[in-house]
């Protein structure tokens, strides 16, 4: 399988190239030249297999050029019991009123960032040393993308990493996940800035060609397509684990920001999975709920983004869009080059005589969710189901609840657990005590290592070139 860039001039590349790649050189997304198609009986094959197996089977349809030996080692060693919590690694739960839940937040962060990241840390590992080379990560965070790129890639060999966070920003919690972390690769920064100045330091950085070639800078972010096909997989695992026979339909719902979780579950269905619908759940931060709802897609500035209490959402540019536009706009490279000067100009664009398309033919449908929704439900479904949700999720439970049609079955992805957020939890249910994994019990007591910085890009420089030995 060869991989294009949506933009259409970058020369096709097999997937062990794309999997290191952030945004292509034309500065599109890669994307496979066609999606596999699966039908009834290999539906029928995969349905009794466990999560690694059902992973290989999936993977390999991506990742032509790499060893399938290797492909199904690196496999084995990311999707275990030790780091997922449980032999089905992504169970499925119901509630009272028959909504379900995929549970994808039982990995090393809470968070189901480490679906895919896990996997990136092993893949990348193995890739370099393929092709002799090193790589420095950088990232900025406010919480949960460096905690879970931190946790994939702590140890890893050929592999630093340096994640800029904003000084004193982020939760006990969270700075303790990462700080706690005593491995040589690993490197946090605090700045003492905005989470906006660690975004600008990645930038800076990454604009300094020589520096850039030397060190050999990359990224983790929400685009890579090996995050995007590492989550292809649980949507068909939760397909099986919450329905009884391949005859069946099932919907999603998914708490989005960035685009990149629901994106795997449109290319699932793509591919032949039965999903009825895929419904986009959004909190204040709506742009995406606006393009389903008229077709218009206006991303906002930074300045106009809402900070809410489902901070993992409050995005107003989804990154991954793209990929589906594209497939919207029938792969049309030249239109989407226009659509996307419109997006960064601020002006975005109008595709409403697409919307029935969107809806209809690609099965999108959407609603919002806000503060008071999300405490009311998490309440809500503390009360009937004596289950706690996190407020990302309960942002999916609200939109499912409101737009399930009589018989449909939504399974709606929980994308964290909600010890990770437990001041909302608290305004909804009341002080409690709220359950904790094992490897998280101490977490805020163990000793931490961080350098705080002053918000200079030339300080991060120094420490770079003092901490990579060439
Ligand atoms: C990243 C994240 C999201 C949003 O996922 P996207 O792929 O960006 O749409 C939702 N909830 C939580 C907890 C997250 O960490």
Known sequence: MQYISTRGNTPKMPFSEVLLMGLAPDGGLMLPESYPQ???????????LNYPDLAFEVMSLFATDI??????????????????????????????????????SNGPTLAFKDMAMQFLGN??????????????IIGATSGDTGSAAEYALRGKKNIEVFMMSPHGKMSEFQRAQMYSLMDDNIHNIAIEGMFDDCQDIVKALQQDKAFKEKYSLGTVNSINW??????????????????DNNNQKVSFCVPSGNFGNVCAGHIAKEMGLPIERLIVATNENDVLDEFFKTGKYIPRKASQTYVTSSPSMDISKASNFERFIY?????????????WNDVNSGQGFDLSHLLNDAQNKYGFVSGKSTHADRIATIKAVYESDNDLIDPHTADGIKVAREVRLPSETIVVTETALPVKFSDTIVEAVGQIE???????????????RVVVLDNKAELVKELIEQKVKL
């Open 38 to 48: 699966i039908d009834k009986a290999t539906l029928d094959k995969w349905r009794g």
């Open 67 to 104: 060893d399938k030996d290797d492909l199904k080692a690196l496999i084995d060693k990311t999707y275990t019991k030790a780091v997922f919590n449980s032999d089905d690694i992504t169970p499925v739960r119901s509630l009272k009123d028959g909504i379900k839940i995929l549970e994808l």
């Open 123 to 136: 893949a990348f590992e193995y890739v370099l040393a393929k092709k002799g080379q090193r790589l420095t």
């Open 226 to 243: 090996g995050r995007i096909l590492a989550q292809i997989v649980y949507y068909i695992k939760g397909y099986f684990n919450a329905t």
């Open 327 to 339: 497939l919207l706009v029938g792969k049309d490279s030249q239109k989407l080059n226009e659509l």
């Open 434 to 448: 709220i359950k904790r994994p094992e490897h998280t019990k101490d977490i805020e007591g163990l000793p931490q």
